[in-house]
């Protein structure tokens, strides 16, 4: 998939969209964290160490082929997406703190991805040249560039414009879902010869690790102490991956799309599944929590 729509379209539209999560940013979604330290390391913790060691024995458990397996842990360590923001609120989580995971964690993953991805490279050692080109310096870059770099001028137009930063926020949403569906497509289209078995391959691995995600994101920090509205936060945070970030690495900088199916599997269940455990959540859980603050 070396197409100019590929090789091009692809980064721009997760620019677009991290763009967007950059108007919705402001700095005091990153101070907030001072007065919720305990639940953002549980939640970031859970994100961070828990989802790629995971997704790491699911793999082994499920024998998945090198250049799936490299694909798993690049999906496992992206960061959550704005999406979880939207599910939280429709489950009456605590949107404050969505917000806030969602800005840390973008700018973490631009350290944590190429290292948990190139773990996954040099122990999988995938036969399709990822393994001897890697995300090395260059790459990390350019991971850099897509990821962070649109976020901090979102943030820069936000907090030069604020009227027109809300303006925008609703048609940016929308672009970004149809921007996301229309890269799932895609990277399906351009392996349609291998759809079957690409979803026999990844289908029931993406399933169970999208539904330990979330559960895991709930239960740990109601554990852990955290009120339920935040272990609500959590739990869309961690299990609502921003799986155009993946794809977007797979294809574009390790230039392998078979690299980038899990990722897009995992695109087309995480809103059902998502959208299930939610309900199931709001449906057996006690609800006086609605009435704390954030």
């Known amino acids: 998939m070396d197409s100019p729509l590929v090789s091009v379209g692809l980064p721009v539209a997760l620019a677009v969209i991290m763009f967007g999560l950059g108007l919705s940013l402001t700095v005091a979604d990153f101070t907030r964290i001072a007065r919720n330290p305990k639940t953002v390391a549980i939640a970031l913790a859970c994100q961070l160490v828990v989802l790629p ?47 806030s ?125 955290v009120s339920d509205r935040q272990a609500i936060a959590c739990s869309m945070e961690v299990g609502i991956h921003n799986s155009t970030i993946a794809i977007t690495i797979a294809i574009s900088v390790l230039d392998s799309t078979e690299m980038a199916v899990p990722a897009a599997v995992y695109g087309v269940l995480m809103f059902p599944l998502a959208t299930a455990v939610g309900w199931l959540l709001t449906r057996s859980q006690p609800r006086p929590a609605l009435a704390e603050t954030s």
């Not at 303006?167 to 349609?192: H, K, N, Q």
């Not at 690409?198 to 740990?220: N, Q, R």
């Open 53 to 99: 060691i995971v997704a790491f024995g699911l793999v082994l458990l499920f024998d998945l082929p090198p250049i799936l397996a490299v694909g798993m842990m690049l999906l496992a360590s992206s960061p959550g997406g704005t999406t979880a923001n939207l599910f939280s609120h429709l489950f009456r989580g605590d949107v404050a703190l969505n917000v």
């Open 101 to 225: 995971l969602t800005a840390v964690n973008s700018i973490i993953a631009v350290v944590t991805v190429p290292l948990v991805t190139n773990f996954a490279i040099d122990y999988f050692d995938p036969d399709e040249g990822a393994g001897t080109v890697g995300l090395q310096f260059g790459k990390v870059v350019q991971v850099f560039a897509i990821v962070l770099v649109p976020v901090a001028i979102g943030m820069v137009v936000r907090r030069l414009s604020g009227a027109f930063a809300d303006r925008m926020d609703r048609p940016v949403r929308i672009g970004s879902a149809l921007t996301l569906t229309l890269v799932v497509i895609g990277t399906m289209v351009a392996e349609r010869d291998n759809l079957v078995d690409y979803a026999l391959d990844v289908g029931a691995v993406t399933t169970l690790f999208c539904l330990v995600s979330l559960t895991a994101g709930y239960f740990l920090p109601r554990w852990l102490g």
